[in-house]
């Protein structure tokens, strides 16, 4: 195996397969661990803004009577 500028040697078929399944299983867990648990959050902070930016009862009440 001849040697790259910088003493590095060159990657050969199979290191260069078991790179890119790893690359493959990274991907994988990408958009079954992360992307749920992101719209998780995203949705948790929406009902919180939700909730607390909606209006009461009570303010409805003192709204209508006046």
């Given amino acids: 195996m001849r040697k790259l500028r910088g003493g590095q040697t ?7 397969q078991e790179r890119r399944e790893e690359n493959q299983k990274i991907q994988q867990q990408l958009k079954t661990i992360v992307l749920p648990i992101c719209g998780v959050v995203f ?3 929406v009902a919180y803004v939700f909730l607390k ?3 009461r009862f009570e303010e409805l009440d003192c709204v209508q009577e006046h």
């Fill in 53 to 55: 930016t909606r209006p």
């Fill in 43 to 45: 949705l948790c902070i």
């Fill in 10 to 16: 060159r990657e050969t078929r199979k290191q260069k």
